[in-house]
């Protein structure tokens, strides 16, 4: 009798779920390739056929959420409507939501120890992920006096550390218990008083 894994006629896909099933429950560092292959119901022989091995596994399941990642933050972005200021924080929004809503895919992008930048499958669309904070940037960039604007790639980075540590500290699952105060509710109120700060939103009366 065949193995169930390839009852569904994609078991290089069956074998990303699986591990990232695994990545959310344990870690991307903490499961072997032959659970990823017992989950998806066919001998860690099988593996091979489509992976050169775990590390190879985990790569996968990150290039596949950040690619979800990207579509994500540029559905939100919108090209910046219908205001740049909106869109930003439609941004952050989008971060916060992918984090909850992919959290295998999440743990496999940020903590598995891969650099985009090093690692060939996943450059792309990190890319395009961080061009959607980029453009952000530039276009409020444009708003700041040229004597007080900062680099549109140091903006940019502060606005991803921000929506990141909120991910981190507040919006991962049993995380937002240690604030009292709801995960967008302190992104939203970060990115206000960051902007604040470059004077493109007034200050409060």
Not at 57 to 65: D, P, W
Not at 109 to 116: I, T
């Amino acid at each position: 009798m065949a193995k169930a894994g390839y009852h569904h006629g994609n078991l290089r896909q069956a074998l990303v779920e699986a591990a990232l099933r695994l990545i959310e429950t344990k870690g991307p560092q903490g499961f072997t390739l032959s659970e990823a292959a017992k989950l998806a119901g066919v001998t860690p022989a099988a593996v091979y056929r489509h992976f050169a091995g775990r590390d190879d596994l985990i790569v996968e399941c990150a290039r596949q959420g950040y690619a979800i990642f990207a579509d994500l933050m540029e559905h939100a972005w919108n090209d910046g409507q219908p205001s740049a200021l909106s869109a930003l924080g439609a941004v952050g929004r989008a971060y916060l939501a992918f984090a909850r809503k992919f959290p295998g895919h999440y743990m496999a992008m940020f903590e598995s120890g891969l650099a985009p930048a090093m690692t060939a499958p996943l450059a792309p669309a990190a890319e395009r992920a961080e061009a959607v904070m980029l453009a952000a940037a530039h276009r409020l960039s444009e708003h700041i006096a040229a004597d007080r604007r900062p680099p549109a790639a140091m903006f940019a980075a502060h606005v991803w550390a921000l929506a990141h540590g909120v991910v981190e500290l507040y919006a991962r699952p049993g995380a937002g218990k240690r604030a009292p105060f709801a995960p967008e509710d302190l992104l939203e109120s970060g990115i206000g008083i960051y902007l604040r700060g470059l004077g493109l939103i007034a200050a409060d009366a």
